[in-house]
């Protein structure tokens, strides 16, 4: 993006030397249509600058936790510059609706992004200011924590996500060795992480309370702009994955345990092929990994290949796991370079390969969206992000023959795939309607959040691993869950996105070229459209009624059963 406002050789330093420019955009007078888009492209560039200064800080914080002077740079953003900056955009967004020229604001888009900004000034409080400065502190603590542990396992010392690649291991011994030395790693902080979980519970609900909200749950569904449903069609999606997902995994279960010739399936024994092969390894290394992404998103579309490859030209791309290496992975959208960023720690396993083409989805949609005015039409809810990463899984799943020697391996890791498709509803379910409980009942105790979990678990958890002498284990198994300490109830999208992902997969299956040029439609119109409407520019609806689920499961469960 070329700088037409924001002076081109300015750095975010300091809030003394970035006020001017807001304090520019307040006092502008605006007196036609026209002064007030030349306005808002304005802001947008700002508001491009500063938010990948502050990317940036974060993505650097996020690849080596360890680094004091990184967090204290994200720290000092979050101190020092964003409480100063919230007051002075609350102001900002008002300018923009006392306008009397907003009525001109005719092209696509911006009735969304208006309604934004309305509910973005009928949320915000000067008084919560400190308080999400405070909650940001507090969210970081949680990747410190997880980025600091670690296990000694033959003489190495090793990541818990390395770790895992043990939990494929087909000498039950060793699984269940390298199992019980992670469980016990995690035990070590299961404290520290309830305590930081209850200081943010604590905070959230204040800062809902401010806002005049009776509490955190439906404070923050506002806050995440959920237009398009209710909470009460959460709680129907809960019941719904209950009903027709939840028996899907338990039969599933049942067949690996008689594959296995287990008379007692134990939580070692369920990333373990039920054929006694080894895992699945798509590469040998993170340059590996990029050459065969690239390849497999050629076979796709080459713009999606070119993605890639264009940022791994910039250098966007950090993706082996190492020690003081913040845990999971992301894609973060750059938004003055409009290349993005992915982070993720892979380890030579078939779930990296996943995670890979799940955040090169949301890379594409990045690239997808780079012509759209405003930043805020680049910055689509979650409910649309996921669905650019979740239907990239699926559908480049037709493609991975790249990574993949033998027909066996590729049907393998096609199962595997919808294996996982199918574990996620419950899991997502789960976490939502526990975080519904939370925040419900901010004042409960620990012991009453462990027994909510456990009477989860009991409704979306399988019955057939047995966690007897392990209840310890599975009662604190939410710990590790990042959603529920970084980004409160942004989960659930993931399930919606998931159906939709479902659906715009089968259909690829029945026209490949079709489906491709739906899904870059879609995500082309980032948010300039509502989600509904965005799925259907996808070709597929957004719907999570029981029925739908259940056309969308028996669609999964039928090519489940063809590889």
Same mark, same amino acid.
């Given at each position: 993006m ?7 050789d300015?750095?975010? !330093?300091n809030?003394? @030397?970035?006020?001017p420019y807001?304090e ?7 007196? #036609?249509a026209?002064?007030l888009e030349a ?7 700002? #508001?491009?600058v500063v ?6 800080r974060y993505?650097k914080m996020t690849?080596?936790?360890?680094? !004091? ?9 979050v ?5 100063h ?11 923009i609706?006392d306008?009397?020229?907003k ?5 696509t888009?911006?009735?969304?992004? +208006?309604?934004?900004?309305? =509910? ?10 400190p308080?999400?400065t %405070? @909650? ?22 090793m990541?818990l ?7 494929k ?7 269940e060795?390298?199992y019980t030395?992670v ?8 404290t520290?992480?309830? $305590?930081?979980f !209850?200081?943010?519970?604590d ?5 809902a309370? =401010?806002?005049?909200f009776?509490? /955190?749950r439906d404070y923050?569904h506002q #806050? ?5 449903y209710?909470v009460?069609d959460?709680?129907? /999606? ?5 009903l027709?997902?939840v028996p899907?995994?338990?039969e599933?279960?049942k067949?690996?345990k008689?594959?296995?010739?287990l008379d007692d399936?134990?939580p070692?024994d369920t990333s ?5 092969l *080894?895992p699945?390894k &798509? ?7 990029i050459?065969? !992404?690239i ?11 070119e993605c890639?490859?264009?940022m ?14 913040? *845990?999971?992975g992301?894609?973060? &959208?750059l938004?003055e370079?409009d290349? *993005?960023f992915?982070?993720?720690n892979?380890?030579g396993?078939?779930?990296?390969l996943?995670?890979?083409?799940h ?5 594409i949609?990045s ?7 405003l930043?805020? /039409? %680049?910055? *689509?809810?979650?409910e649309?992000a ?18 993949f ?8 890791a096609?199962r ?16 939502d309607k ?13 012991t009453?959040?462990y027994?909510e979990w456990?009477k989860i ?6 019955s057939v691993?047995n ?5 310890s284990n599975l009662?604190?198994?939410w710990?590790?869950? +990042?959603h529920?300490y970084e980004?409160? /109830?942004y989960?659930?999208?993931y399930?919606f996105?998931? +159906?939709?992902a479902i659906?715009?997969?089968?259909n690829?299956k029945?026209?490949?070229?079709k ?5 870059k439609?879609?995500l082309?119109?980032?948010?300039t459209?509502?989600?509904p409407q965005?799925y259907e ?7 999570f009624?029981?029925?739908?689920i259940?056309? +969308?499961?028996?669609f999964?469960k039928a090519?489940? $059963?063809?590889?």
């Open positions: 070329k700088r037409h406002f924001v002076k081109p300015f750095t975010v !330093t809030w003394d @030397l970035l006020k807001f520019g955009l307040q006092n502008r007078v605006i007196n #036609s026209a002064e306005w808002l492209k304005d802001y947008s560039e700002l #508001s491009a938010s990948e200064d502050m990317a940036w993505i690849c080596d936790t360890a680094n !004091t002077q990184l967090r204290d740079s994200y720290n000092d953003f101190q020092n510059i964003e409480p900056m919230a007051p002075l955009s609350n102001d900002l967004n008002k300018k609706m306008s009397a020229f009525g001109s604001l005719t092209k888009g911006y009735d969304i992004y +208006l309604r934004g900004i309305k =509910n973005s000034i009928d949320l915000f409080r000067e008084e919560n200011i308080l999400n %405070k @909650l940001q502190e507090l969210e970081q603590q949680f990747g410190e924590i997880n980025g600091a542990q670690s296990i000694d396992y033959k003489g190495e010392k990541t996500q390395k770790a895992g690649v043990f939990l291991d087909l000498d039950r011994k060793v699984r060795e390298v030395k469980q016990d790693r995690r035990s070590q902080d299961e520290a992480l309830n $305590e930081l !209850t200081q943010l519970i905070l959230r609900n204040q800062v309370l =401010n806002a005049g009776k509490n /955190f923050k #806050s995440l702009a959920r237009f398009d209710s009460q959460c709680l129907n /999606f809960h019941e719904a994955v209950k027709h997902a899907l995994i338990n599933h279960d067949q690996r008689q594959k296995l010739k399936y134990r070692w373990v092929d039920e054929e006694a *080894p699945l &798509p590469f040998a290394n993170a340059q590996e990994l050459d065969r !992404t390849a497999c998103f050629n076979k796709l579309d080459p713009f999606f290949g890639i490859n264009t791994q030209k910039m250098k966007r791309l950090d993706l082996d796991s190492r020690l003081g290496k913040a *845990p999971g992301y894609q973060y &959208p938004y370079t290349v *993005p992915i982070f993720m892979s380890v396993l078939h779930r990296d996943v995670t890979m083409v955040e090169g989805g949301h890379a949609h690239f997808l969206d780079f012509d759209l005015d930043v805020d /039409f %680049k910055s *689509p809810p979650s649309v996921e669905l650019a990463s979740m239907s990239m899984e699926l559908m480049s799943m037709e493609h991975w023959d790249v990574f020697k033998t027909d066996e391996e590729l049907k393998r096609k595997q795939q919808l294996e996982s498709v199918l574990d996620a509803l419950p899991w997502i379910a789960a976490i526990f975080q519904h409980w939370i925040y419900l009942n901010p004042k409960h105790t620990v009453e959040r027994e456990q678990m009991a409704d979306f958890g399988s691993i966690y007897k002498g392990l209840e009662k604190r198994r710990q590790v869950q +990042l529920l980004v409160p /109830f989960y659930i999208e399930g996105a998931q +159906l939709g659906a715009v997969w089968r690829y029945r026209d490949p070229k489906g491709v040029e739906a899904y439609k879609a082309a119109l980032g948010y459209k509502s989600i965005i520019a996808a070709g597929i609806k957004f719907d009624s029981p029925a739908y259940k056309e +969308l499961m028996d999964v090519e489940y $059963e063809k590889i």
